[in-house]
């Protein structure tokens, strides 16, 4: 959910990412396709990015979507050592410059950047 509590993003077995408005409980014309069934969804702080990550054993992916238009922006690697950084929950946060977002995820062996 956004930090103003405005919109929801989900994602489901049916690998589509649904962004919602929560005042009126419908979902938004943007459509997000993700490639792969999404384990967990964030949105960035100021409501401009969606990041996703799924797995491909042994490999975690994250991808950075645009929330207004659903196009896909980045993606990269996070992992390939499923059992040293599987990643429990991501955040996406503003990096210490102010300039972009940093995204953090949990794991057993403790936080990755």
């Known amino acids: 959910m956004s930090n103003d509590e405005q919109t929801l993003v989900s994602g489901g077995e049916d690998k589509a990412i649904r962004v919602w408005d929560v005042a009126t409980r419908q979902a938004t014309p943007v459509s997000?396709?993700?490639p792969?069934?999404?384990s967990d969804v964030?949105?960035?702080p100021d409501r401009?990015?969606?990041v996703t990550?799924?797995?491909r054993q042994p490999i975690t992916f994250f991808k950075v979507w645009d929330l207004t238009t659903g196009e896909l922006q980045t993606q990269g690697r996070l992992s390939s050592s499923p059992e040293k950084h599987t990643l429990n929950n991501i955040v996406v946060s503003h990096d210490n410059a102010g300039d972009g977002v940093r995204i953090i995820g949990s794991t057993p062996n403790g936080l990755k950047f």
Do not use: E, R
């Open 32 to 34: 997000i396709d993700a």
């Open 36 to 38: 792969a069934f999404a």
């Open 42 to 44: 964030d949105i960035s």
């Open 48 to 50: 401009q990015f969606v």
């Open 53 to 55: 990550v799924s797995y």
